[in-house]
């Protein structure tokens, strides 16, 4: 169907990015001076907030703490880097590390979610212009956007307590 392929994309668009930036997070402790000095300033030609020299100061001391501490980092992500450096009390040590982290773990997540509810709402609005009312639209719409919570519902509850009320009997 139209609308579950809509949905895979998205979370194959999030799920890609997810790996992207993990592999990029992994791969800071594993490249050459060099190439961290090329990933570093291209990383802070975009992002404002980070200095560039500074970063460059603090990833080989978040590979020296991370040595000392003896932890195997293989398939950490950048929340595992943000945990690691929180519990160990590096933050005031490594602040500009901290805030590239930030960013890995927010800027995916939120742009893929953004991209898959939107398109939620545009593949029903396409679907149910014609016969629709605006009302309708809008709670079928919130529908789609809070699929999750709405796996969560036991519709056989619903039903049951829906009949025990003899809702036909019922004004609304």
Not at 107 to 122: G, H, N, Q, Y
Request: net charge neutral.
């Amino acid at each position: 169907m139209v609308g579950e392929m809509a949905s895979d994309a998205g979370l194959t668009l999030k799920e890609e990015l997810q790996k992207d930036v993990s592999y990029k997070t992994n791969a800071l402790l594993l490249v050459t001076t060099e190439e961290l000095k090329l990933a570093t300033s291209k990383f802070t030609d975009f992002y404002d907030e980070v200095s560039e020299t500074e970063l460059l100061l603090e990833i080989p001391r978040l590979r020296k703490h991370l040595k000392a501490a003896n932890v195997t980092v293989t398939d950490w992500v950048s929340l595992d880097f943000l945990k690691f450096i929180v519990e160990w009390d590096f933050t005031e040590s490594l602040p500009n590390l901290m805030i590239a982290l930030k960013l890995f773990t927010t800027v995916c997540v939120s742009v893929a979610s953004c991209e898959r509810s939107f398109s939620k709402l545009k593949l029903i609005k396409n679907y149910l212009r014609a016969t629709m009312t605006r009302s309708r639209l809008s709670n079928l719409g919130i529908l789609a956007i809070e699929h999750e919570a709405i796996q969560n519902i036991n519709f056989d509850e619903v039903i049951a307590e829906f009949a025990a009320v003899k809702a036909r009997k019922k004004k609304f």
